[in-house]
């Protein structure tokens, strides 16, 4: 299993630009989740989805839209970025228990740059 | 306020050493408590997890929640280098998935 992928790895974005960035897994899991992060500032969680068709929005979801039309699939999109979404971004999964620890398995980051 | 509050660090201490790490959270609705670890340009792994108070031990790390005062730690005893890394807390209520997570406290253990 590769777990989860998230591609590009490195990206430079110019100011109002627009990107995907790309999260698959092959874990079967039902959940998955955006976040970024910035330093010193923890993981913010910007969207999730339970499941194929449903997403919704945490903690900063401004300036992203996502999408899930697969359970393997989870992209985000950023439209006219701007500086203040530089930044670590990074994509996890999860199964749904019903009981047990919140195990949630992260990719490998995207570090984005808006200049 | 912060839901979750972590002091950044950064933490250097010598191999060998007994490591504290500290949380403090406002909403009392959390019930779960996590520990997540993440080395350096790497996404986080979770490393301990633990439901209501109480401690809980694996190898040379235990987790400790202290509901009453609201106050998450995790303890590391002889410390590595290999344990230099960034340590996350992470807290969540009833509703599964959504994790608030701490600042991280940046950790380095040098030989």
Redesign the interface.
Known sequence: NAG?TQTPKFRILKIGQSMTLQCTQDMNHN?M?WYRQDP??????IY?S?GAGITDK?EVPNGYNVSRSTTEDFPLRLELAAPSQTSVY?C?S?P?LAVG?????????TRLTVL | QKE?E?D?GPLSVPEGAIVSLNCTYSNSAFQ?F?WYRQYS??????LM?TYSSGNKEDGRFTAQVDKSSKYISLFIRDSQPSDSATY?C?T?GTS????T????TILTVHP
């Open positions: 989860v959940y989740y010193g500032m923890g993981l913010k969680l999730y339970v945490g990074f996890a999860s749904r620890p919140d195990t949630q398995y992260f990719g490998p980051g | 979750v972590q950044p779960y996590m340009r790497k996404g986080p792994e979770l997890y996350l992470a969540r599964y998935g959504k994790l997570f701490g600042q991280g």
